[in-house]
């Protein structure tokens, strides 16, 4: 029995991958979550843990005894990856995924990675600094670099590693999930690696129109 920590779990990307986890007989969950109210009745049988992401006791307390940790998270992703980090090494347990962003690294080549600049430029340093945290440690990490993303109902996706260019302009939540419960099946696949995640063949200067429309950036269309 693979026992996983999921912190975060009520985003979007972490619903999906729950979604998939309860229908392997081999996961035991553990759902990290500020507010009980945004988890779906379904899932309400699972373990549950009302805690912060920064609150380093309760991160230890929900660490401890877990085989592999996935953290969906957002707001102050440095101060969380650092809880994180410290409490895994308390606990002794290596298995971290994390999610950050494309661009990060200023790996998106062209007018996109140009305009990515324009639109996400603080945002990315918080992920940029929160992935150095992960990277300078000891942890069997994998960072997950997912390009925009859309609730669109399909499995579809390509991945690229740290020191590859990003391609394409979107990827699917349900993707993402996809690929984050293949680590969980294959602990050992892309270990200490920053993997960038997207749709095949969506190359292009922008997202569509549609993809901007739902993360709220339609208006930045024409930076």
């Given at each position: 029995m693979t026992k996983v920590l999921i912190i975060g779990a009520t985003s979007k990307?972490?619903?999906n991958t729950i979604e998939m986890l309860t229908k392997k007989d081999n996961v035991d969950l553990t759902l990290v979550l500020r507010n009980k109210k945004k988890l779906p009745r379904k899932y309400l049988n699972q373990k549950i843990i009302i805690a912060n992401a920064v609150d380093y006791d309760a991160i230890l307390a929900a660490v401890k005894g877990q085989n592999i940790v996935y953290a969906s998270l957002a707001g102050d992703v440095v101060a969380q990856a650092k809880t994180i980090v410290k409490a895994m090494d308390e606990a002794k347990v290596k298995r971290l995924i994390w999610t950050s962003s494309t661009g990060i690294y200023n790996e998106i080549p062209g007018e996109l990675g140009r305009w990515n600049q324009v639109v996400l430029g603080?945002?990315?340093h918080h992920y940029f600094l929160a992935a150095n945290v992960i990277e300078k440690s000891d942890l069997d990490y994998t960072i997950l670099r997912p390009t925009w993303m859309t609730n669109d109902n399909e499995i579809n996706y390509e991945t690229t590693h740290r020191h590859d260019p990003?391609?394409?302009t979107e990827v699917s939540r349900k993707s993402i999930a996809a690929y984050v419960?293949?680590?969980?099946e294959n602990p050992t696949k892309d270990i200490r690696d920053s993997i960038g995640i997207n749709k095949p063949n969506t190359q292009g200067d922008r997202p569509r129109d549609e993809v901007m429309k739902l993360n709220h950036f339609y208006d930045m269309k024409d930076c």
């Amino acid at each position: 029995m693979t026992k996983v920590l999921i912190i975060g779990a009520t985003s979007k990307v972490a619903l999906n991958t729950i979604e998939m986890l309860t229908k392997k007989d081999n996961v035991d969950l553990t759902l990290v979550l500020r507010n009980k109210k945004k988890l779906p009745r379904k899932y309400l049988n699972q373990k549950i843990i009302i805690a912060n992401a920064v609150d380093y006791d309760a991160i230890l307390a929900a660490v401890k005894g877990q085989n592999i940790v996935y953290a969906s998270l957002a707001g102050d992703v440095v101060a969380q990856a650092k809880t994180i980090v410290k409490a895994m090494d308390e606990a002794k347990v290596k298995r971290l995924i994390w999610t950050s962003s494309t661009g990060i690294y200023n790996e998106i080549p062209g007018e996109l990675g140009r305009w990515n600049q324009v639109v996400l430029g603080d945002y990315y340093h918080h992920y940029f600094l929160a992935a150095n945290v992960i990277e300078k440690s000891d942890l069997d990490y994998t960072i997950l670099r997912p390009t925009w993303m859309t609730n669109d109902n399909e499995i579809n996706y390509e991945t690229t590693h740290r020191h590859d260019p990003a391609t394409g302009t979107e990827v699917s939540r349900k993707s993402i999930a996809a690929y984050v419960t293949s680590l969980i099946e294959n602990p050992t696949k892309d270990i200490r690696d920053s993997i960038g995640i997207n749709k095949p063949n969506t190359q292009g200067d922008r997202p569509r129109d549609e993809v901007m429309k739902l993360n709220h950036f339609y208006d930045m269309k024409d930076c």
